[in-house]
């Protein structure tokens, strides 16, 4: 064990005994001890809902964005260690100081997030493309993380939804190529816009009967949904494949993606679709991943020597050795990427000879 780990290892022992203490205590007074005082009342919430996410911060995870969620996660805590009849300082806590730390986590959520991306966009020592640079900033503030996850497709999902109207991405027509202009995505966007339209007044009317919160709970769902369905569609039209000269990037909108080496690439070649699963809900083989949108068919599958990641929604990873895809422009394609692979084979032989 490596001197950091004893020293982590230390803090979290730490951490248990002092947070086991408080928790412990304040479980004890609260529903054991029978003599209650409005000052240890205080002195309780206090120490639930400052000293904990502060011992966190402080022994756990050393960051400010730590200390936010632990006091979050802390009143949900409170709210069930806390009886009723002794939750008056909590409901301050609550109701007038809350709000204020969720503004101000949210504020010092997208400066950073604003600060790190502009940061990326200097220091790289290439053009970074928005998603490129935001994962950059995204990873130096959450770490390989699901939240960064989260909130990467959060950003992509508003950025293709209202950012793209405003300042269309930079797209390089000599290594770029689309696969939604032979498909059918538009229509059935419409076609579901229509449907998602029809579904969201007739559930509000309905729910409004009941509830009034739901219905409008049931709305904002229905618009978010509306959203995704915007931002779906035109991540399909801007996030096209690419062939550079070491990397193929198939993208199937903003949810799917896949980097392989040139190097990697065993085989450009018609798909097989025996044993291949046509969408999420049928099993084939566990190897091969099919991006293709909706019904239509893929034009190739690349295979990989070595097994390749796909990342599909909040960046699950999985690992494949077929992906299957389509493009407008198959004959295109397939030149693009078999010039680099002939061009890498001859490097190696001239690397060989000299």
Known sequence: MTTTEKNRSASLIVFLFLAGMIYGGSYYYMHVYPAKSDMIDLLITLALMFAIPFLVNLLVIPNKISLFFAFFVE???????????????????????????????ICFIFF?????????????????????????????????????????????????????????????????????????????????????????????????MWSEIAAWIATAFSIYAALYIIAFYNSVKYLLCTVTDDKVTLYAGYQSVAVIDIANIEALQSPNMSNVALNPFEKGDPDVINTTLMMDSPSFEIKVKEPAIHYGVFGMKKEFRRIMFKVDEPERFAQAVRSKMEELQEQRENGTES
Do not use: C
């Open 75 to 105: 009143i949900f805590v409170s709210k069930y260690l806390i009886p009723d009849a002794h939750q008056r300082y909590l409901d301050y806590v609550i109701f007038y100081f809350a709000p204020l730390v969720e503004v101000f986590f």
């Open 112 to 208: 950073q997030i604003f600060r790190l991306y502009r940061e990326s966009k200097k220091q790289a020592n290439r053009e970074l493309s928005f998603y490129d640079a935001m994962e950059v900033a995204l990873t130096k503030l959450f770490g390989n993380t699901p939240l960064k996850e989260v909130f990467l497709s959060e950003i992509k999902l508003f950025y293709y939804s209202f950012g793209v109207l405003f300042k269309k991405p930079e797209i390089r027509e000599d290594i770029s190529f689309s696969y939604h202009k032979t498909t059918i995505i538009k229509t059935m966007m419409m076609v579901f816009g229509l449907l998602l339209a029809a579904e969201t007044v007739l559930l509000h009317w309905l729910l409004s």
